[in-house]
T-cell receptor, first 114, second 112 residues
Framework: NAGVTQTPKFQVLKTGQSMTLQCAQDMNHNSMYWYRQDPGMGLRLIYYSASEGTTDKGEVPNGYNVSRLNKREFSLRLESAAPSQTSVYFC?????????????FGPGTRLTVT | GDSVTQMEGPVTLSEEAFLTINCTYTATGYPSLFWYVQYPGEGLQLLLKATKADDKGSNKGFEATYRKETTSFHLEKGSVQVSDSAVYFCALEGNYGQNFVFGPGTRLSVLP
């Protein structure tokens, strides 16, 4: 049982390049999330998907797009990377366990935009 | 909207010292409360949780009690170890899995 997996682990982009961060979960969860983590700012929600076929903006969606490809996979795309998007990106999924919903995180993607 | 406030770090302690990390929240309704831990270079892991008032969550020697009257969920450990060095996040969820809100995190360093 792999949980939540993310690829790649590290990436360096030049300003204006595009890329897609991949995320998959094998826990049959309906909800999936993308966060970014910046020093001193905790986690900020970029987008989330409550179920297959639906996506909604979070706190900081500008400059990003997402695709919920199927129940397992939720990708994050940067169309034209900017230095302000240098961050660590975490994917998460949530499911009901032990009387409540719990969130499970991937290991993160460390992105640098030069 | 819902929010979580944590004590600012970093917190530096000697091994075997007592740990308290304060967490307070603002929420409508009756959220569930969580503590997550992030070790260097890794994602967040659930440490403990409490789903209703007066519940106590515990795991690996850490404890936190859901205090509705003070809207708090402080994390405590009686004797910290060097291996507890990490960033700790307090969080709440109040909408059937649709609304997780995280605090800014508190970095803990434990010195031998």
């Amino acid at each position: 049982n792999a949980g939540v997996t993310q690829t790649p682990k590290f990436q360096v982009l030049k300003t204006g390049q595009s890329m897609t961060l991949q995320c998959a979960q094998d826990m049959n969860h309906n909800s999936m999330y993308w966060y970014r983590q910046d020093p001193g700012m905790g986690l900020r929600l970029i987008y989330y998907s409550a179920s297959e076929g639906t996506t909604d903006k979070g706190e900081v969606p500008n400059g990003y797009n997402v695709s919920r490809l199927n129940k397992r996979e939720f990708s994050l795309r940067l169309e034209s990377a900017a230095p302000s998007q240098t961050s660590v990106y975490f994917c998460a999924s949530s499911g009901f366990r032990d009387r409540d919903y719990e969130q499970y995180f991937g290991p993160g993607t460390r992105l640098t935009v030069t | 909207g819902d929010s979580v406030t944590q004590m600012e770090g970093p917190v530096t302690l000697s091994e075997e010292a007592f740990l308290t990390i304060n967490c307070t929240y603002t929420a409508t309704g009756y959220p569930s409360l969580f503590w997550y831990v992030q070790y260097p270079g890794e994602g967040l892991q659930l440490l403990l949780k409490a789903t209703k008032a007066d519940d106590k969550g515990s795991n690996k020697g850490f404890e936190a009690t859901y205090r509705k009257e003070t809207t708090s969920f402080h994390l405590e450990k009686g004797s910290v170890q060097v291996s507890d060095s990490a960033v700790y996040f307090c969080a709440l969820e109040g909408n059937y899995g649709q609304n997780f809100v995280f605090g800014p995190g508190t970095r803990l360093s434990v010195l031998p």
